[in-house]
């Protein structure tokens, strides 16, 4: 039986690994290219404790599961010291894409490890709490697949909805490091708004119903999940 609790126990630790080493990547980019805060600050680690955020890795993506909506969450950000990048402006850029850039990694060693442990001829069913499972031809659950399957879904997601160049995503970091400096002054500015901006995004597509991520992220993610697919269904034919 996959219930909410097996669901919340595969789910929460895959979205606590792609949170951590997130953020571990932003600081480890940082480090490369001349800042050392994280390091300094004792984040460069992948121990969760460290990266955890009570209320954006464990609440808040809690919360959207069981009010039935995309869940996504965030971690406390590794500090960042701009000025101490030797380039500045290029140095913000690469440690923002860094992000991103580490879940898609992740997301291909969970294709792999999927496509390792063969599971062709598996298809999906609804477990009796109302989660999507991979069960075998048997109609056995297969409890190490549905995990990974979620681990890569949850690692696309995260990668391209923090490419959103919306502040403070690491989107509007790689926005700001390409428009003029009169722009990017600006543009830097509204950094201290960013949770304000999408807190009141989602609380809008919540009360109107506009459904934002199912055309801007969710065909996005389609699409990157079908390359991964791809990615697993060639190593379980090899």
């Not at 999507?132 to 399957?149: E, F, I, N, R």
């Amino acid at each position: 039986m996959f219930d909410t609790l097996s669901f919340a126990l595969v789910f929460i630790p895959c979205l606590v690994i792609a949170i951590v080493f997130h953020e571990v990547a932003h600081g480890y980019a940082a480090k490369v290219l001349g800042d050392p805060t994280a390091s300094e600050r004792g984040r460069l680690t992948l121990n969760p404790i460290r990266h955890v955020d009570p209320v954006g890795t464990l609440l808040v993506p809690g919360g959207l599961l069981l009010l039935g909506a995309p869940a996504f969450g965030w971690a406390k950000p590794v500090p960042v010291n701009k000025w101490r990048l030797s380039n500045p402006r290029f140095g913000m850029m690469a440690v923002a894409a860094a992000g991103p850039a580490s879940n898609f990694v992740l997301a291909f060693v969970g294709a792999v490890a999927f496509g390792m442990i063969g599971t062709l001829g598996a298809g999906w069913a609804e477990s009796e709490a109302g989660f999507p499972m991979l069960v075998g031809p048997d109609g056995a659950s297969l409890p190490v697949a549905t995990g990974l399957y979620l681990f890569i879904l949850i690692n696309v997601f995260l990668g391209l909805f923090n490419l959103l160049p919306i502040p403070p995503f690491d989107g509007s970091h790689i926005v700001g490091g390409l428009l003029p400096k009169p722009l990017r002054t600006q543009w830097e500015k509204l950094q201290r708004f960013g949770m304000v901006l999408i807190l009141g995004v989602i609380a809008f597509s919540w009360i109107f119903g506009t459904g934002w991520l199912e055309v801007t992220v969710l065909p996005l993610v389609a699409k990157v999940m079908s390359f991964y697919e791809g990615i697993a269904n060639a190593i379980a034919l090899a």
